[in-house]
């Protein structure tokens, strides 16, 4: 059996295109008809771009619903009296579900089509927003329940979008059109800061607001989706052909789609055949095989750092960083915008640099950035934590509080206690008075038994005036600005390298028959990381302190820079047979090739089949 051709005669080769004609070969240089008619057989992008928008719809959610979480927090915790393990099962709940709902939604898009989980996903998600928004402030379960419903809807949504957008895309633009849903993720961080600004004051029903208008893009997107047609790829998969070329009509805007049709359908039938294995056997054999094995590791160890080096307490907590840094809640909100912007911009970053400076150094140096930026806001932690306010005036009475504490800090660790200071005044007139139960981090409670108290000092009337101000979880500081600025550096160190490149190198290191089970185990990694970041984040901040907590990311950030100085190879610009051999050991390489040997012999005609000789 030949496997190299050397006949002149093979110039004449004849090929086959779309009506059906034969074409000799073209020389070298020459175009294929099929090439040069392929812009046309792209049809009109227009409406593609609508699919996109209203697909990545899900993507907004996703990303809104994570950023929502880190304003809205700070009034929730308050109205519903949230101690840290429930603020943290609130914020990591929807995480948890997520991951589950995301695996089910691995299957469900193969059985019941893209368009109608997008479809379930909107309305679960809307479902989520309207009874979030609508929980009592004394059932703190039902607005679990909505952070859980809400969860199920982002699982349903991160798997079942980029898929369909990726199958109804044009090839020429479809990677493009893919990433706009990490886009979307983005703005829809951003644009939750901003409805949390805007609702920052409304101390009693903001928190309704930031979390319901969720409902809104989903609604869109629901009724959307009525008009916009099923994955042409999925319909072909079930048999369905004559639907699936309805519908890629409708995509492309086009009369005759032929060409692409018969592409498609070679392409599911190529996938039958690649996908012979199931989940546990490709697992089995991709452990079994050296090369896999390392690449699985690396991809494994690549999304556990991403999310162990402490991203998310950043995107999740950065309302509660800035508060516990020294700002009241109504600006610690506002100033969520900065990390949340510079986020943003910096993805665009990523996008440019990645091809531009490769992955490996790109993520090492992304590494160095999170170091530096952590060791800011440790110490900018440690130095208010330090300098921290003296209770400098007591209340002639005998209650804890007043008796008890000598500092701000260990006034505010006392969860019965808060600190309460005159403005421009708290080194000299500082007061440690018992918190108001129904809302602690509003109002002091009235003190009874003394003849030298003013009953209006930071209780309810006078609640954030220009004379008194009141804390129960921070201290006032000159050095809230490490923390902005801590945020801000963290952000510019991750987007552009840590954030995208755990993604973009897992697409690349596995070979075709383990690409979806490795990839899918690197994502459950990523989704174990970042619940067990979000649920222990505040555990942390109580039991070793805010510093030793960031000091704590930043020894694990370093260690994870360490390991992957080791076996993070470059990948850029290498075909996927060339970055599956930097996974080969010698003794491994030194096999295949031995086996290689034994199969084949090389003569002048080319490589022959031994075995058939």
Not at 1 to 11: Q, W
Not at 432 to 453: F, I, Q, S
Not at 509 to 533: D, E, F, K, M
Request: charged share 20%.
């Amino acid at each position: 059996m030949v496997f190299g051709k050397t006949d002149k005669s093979m110039e004449k080769e004849k090929l086959v295109s779309g009506s059906g004609k034969t074409k000799a070969k073209p020389n070298m240089g020459e175009k294929l008809d099929m090439e040069e008619k392929r812009p046309d057989e792209s049809g009109s992008k227009f409406y593609v771009i609508v699919l996109t928008m209203f697909a990545t719809i899900g993507g907004l959610l996703f990303g809104y619903d994570t950023g929502i979480i880190s304003g809205s927090m700070l009034l929730i915790r308050d109205d519903f009296q949230l101690s840290e393990i429930w603020q943290s099962a609130i914020v990591s709940s929807t995480i948890g579900a997520a991951a589950v709902f995301s695996l089910i939604a691995g299957v469900l898009v193969d059985k019941i089509g893209r368009k109608k989980v997008i479809m379930m996903a909107s309305f679960i998600f809307t479902a989520g927003a309207i009874l979030m928004a609508v929980s009592p402030v004394d059932k703190k379960e039902i607005l679990l329940i909505g952070r859980l419903i809400v969860g199920a809807g982002i699982g349903f949504a991160s798997m079942s979008v980029p898929v369909y957008v990726a199958e109804a895309a044009p090839s020429h633009i479809r990677g493009s059109l893919v990433t706009v849903n990490q886009l979307f993720i983005t703005v829809g961080i951003l644009l939750s800061s901003i409805i949390a600004g805007a609702f920052s004051t409304d101390k009693e029903n903001g928190w309704r607001y930031m979390l319901g208008i969720a409902g809104v893009p989903s609604v869109i997107q629901f009724f959307g989706f009525f008009f916009l047609p099923e994955s042409p790829r999925w319909l072909v998969g079930q048999g369905r052909v004559d639907e699936a070329t309805k519908a890629l009509k409708k995509i492309r805007g086009l009369d005759n789609v032929d060409r692409e049709m018969s592409e498609i359908e070679k392409s599911v039938e190529e996938t039958k055949e690649q996908n012979k294995y199931n989940m546990l056997q490709c697992f089995v054999l991709m452990v079994k095989t050296q090369p896999v094995r390392r690449a699985l590791v690396l991809g494994c160890t690549l999304q556990l750092f991403q999310q162990l080096c402490g991203i998310n307490t950043v995107i999740y907590y950065s309302g509660s960083i800035l508060r516990v840094s020294g700002f009241p809640s109504s600006l610690a909100i506002w100033l969520s915008c900065i990390p949340f912007t510079v986020n943003f911009l910096c993805t665009f970053i990523g996008i440019y640099a990645v091809e531009k400076a490769g992955r490996r150094v790109l993520t090492l140096l992304s590494f160095i950035g999170i170091i530096i930026a952590l060791i800011v806001l440790g110490a900018g932690f440690q130095l208010s934590e330090k300098n921290s306010p003296p209770i400098s005036l007591r209340l002639d009475n005998s209650s804890t509080c007043h008796t008890k504490y000598d500092s701000c800090n260990s006034c505010i660790k006392d969860e019965n206690c808060g600190f309460c200071w005159q403005e421009g005044m708290e080194s000299t007139a500082g007061w440690c008075l018992h918190v108001y139960k129904d809302h602690p981090e509003r109002y002091a409670m009235p003190e009874g038994n003394t003849t030298h108290y003013n009953e209006s000092l930071c209780n309810a009337t006078n609640y954030d005036t220009e004379k008194y101000n009141w804390a129960n979880d921070f201290c006032p500081t000159d050095y809230s600005w490490m923390a902005v600025l801590g945020l801000a550096l963290f952000v510019i160190a991750f987007a552009p390298g840590l954030g995208p490149n755990p993604w973009t190198i897992n697409s690349e290191i596995y070979p075709l028959w383990a690409r979806g089970t490795g990839t899918s185990l690197a994502t459950c990694v990523n989704w174990i990381g970042n619940l067990i970041v979000s649920f222990t984040f505040l555990l942390l901040l109580k039991t070793i302190t805010t510093y030793g907590t960031f000091y704590l990311f930043c020894g694990i950030s370093f260690l994870g820079m360490s390991i992957l100085f080791f076996i993070l190879p470059e990948t850029k610009n290498k075909t996927l047979e060339e970055v599956e051999e930097l996974f080969m050991s010698k003794e491994y390489k030194a096999k295949r090739e031995e086996e290689q040997k034994k199969k084949y012999q090389y003569d002048n005609s080319g490589y022959v089949d031994s075995s058939k000789m």
